[in-house]
C-alpha cells in the first residue's frame, strides 16, 4: 500500500519548510518534494516606492539576514544614483556585513546544527535543541550565544536596532561610527575570535563522526556561485561572481 510522509515544520534551517516524502506499494521512494513557501510579494508592493525607501523596505524580506538585503538594495541606489560613495561607508557597510554573517552563522551552527552533531542524531528530539544542549555543555551553548550575539550589538551599534535596521541609504550610511562606540566592539574580538575557532576545531573532529553521512548527504552535480576578490580570494560585498 503507498504510504505519504509528511515532516512538517523542517526546523534545523533558517525560516519555513515541510518535507512530503511518497513511498510505493513496495516501502521504497518514489517522489520527494521540500515545499518551501517564502513568496511574500516584495516585488509587487515595491514598485513605485521612492527610491530612498527601498533599503528599508527589501531588508524586511528576511528577519534572519535582513543586512543582505539592505545592502543590495542600497548598492542598487548607488548605481541608480551613479555615486562612488565615500571609502568610511564602504568600510562600515562591511562591518555590519561581517557581523550579520557572525551572527547567523553562529546561529545556523550553535542552535540549529551542533544539538544533532552534539548530542547525536539518535537522541532524544524532545532534548536535541539548544536547552538540551545548554543542559549537556552548558560553556560551549554560552559562548555560542554570546558569539550570536555580539553579531547582533554590531548591527545595533551601527543601525540603532538589530532587526530590519534603515541606516545603510542610497549614497552611503545615515551616520558615521563613533570612538566611544568602537570601544566595546574591539574589546571583544579577542573573546570571539577564541569561539569561533573553538566551534571550528570541534565541527572538525565531529565529522569523523559522521564520515558516511559527508559522503552522501546533499552529494549531487552542482554548479556553485560566490563572490571573489581580483585576485580569487574570498568576497562578501563586492567584487566578481565566479561560478565553478
Keep these: 500500500m503507498s504510504q505519504k510522509i509528511v515532516i512538517d515544520p523542517v526546523t534545523r534551517i533558517e525560516g519555513h519548510a515541510k518535507i512530503t516524502i511518497y513511498l510505493d506499494d513496495a516501502g521504497q521512494v518514489v517522489d520527494a518534494r ?3 513557501t517564502e513568496f511574500r510579494g516584495f516585488e509587487k508592493f515595491c514598485e513605485g516606492r521612492p527610491l530612498w525607501e527601498m533599503p528599508g523596505i527589501t531588508a524586511r ?3 534572519i539576514c535582513p543586512v543582505s538585503h539592505l545592502l543590495a538594495s542600497a548598492k542598487a541606489g548607488d548605481r541608480i544614483l551613479a555615486v562612488t560613495i565615500p571609502t568610511a561607508a564602504t568600510k562600515l557597510r562591511r562591518l555590519m556585513n561581517l557581523a550579520q554573517i557572525i551572527q547567523s552563522h553562529a546561529l545556523s551552527f550553535f542552535h540549529l546544527s551542533a544539538p544533532d552533531l552534539l548530542l547525536g542524531m539518535d537522541s532524544d528530539p524532545q532534548q ?3 536547552f538540551g544542549l545548554m543542559a549537556a555543555n552548558p560553556e560551549l551553548a554560552r559562548r555560542g550565544i554570546r558569539l550570536r550575539q555580539f553579531g547582533q550589538e554590531i548591527i545595533e ?3 540603532g536596532r538589530k532587526i530590519h535596521s534603515a541606516w545603510v541609504v542610497p549614497g552611503g550610511v545615515r551616520e558615521p561610527l ?6 566595546p566592539v574591539r574589546d571583544r ?3 570571539v575570535r577564541t569561539t569561533a575557532l573553538n566551534a571550528l576545531h570541534q565541527f572538525k573532529q565531529l565529522l569523523q563522526n559522521y564520515e558516511r553521512e559527508v559522503q552522501t548527504f546533499g552529494s549531487f552535480p552542482s554548479l ?3 563572490l571573489v576578490t581580483p585576485e580569487g580570494l574570498w568576497e562578501h560585498y563586492d567584487g566578481y561572481i565566479r561560478v565553478v
Design 128 to 130: 536535541r535543541n539548544i
Design 224 to 226: 556553485f556561485m560566490g
Design 157 to 159: 551599534l551601527l543601525g
Design 34 to 36: 521540500f515545499h518551501v
Design 61 to 63: 524580506i528576511c528577519g
Design 189 to 191: 574580538i579577542p573573546e
Design 178 to 183: 563613533s570612538e566611544a562606540g568602537l570601544i
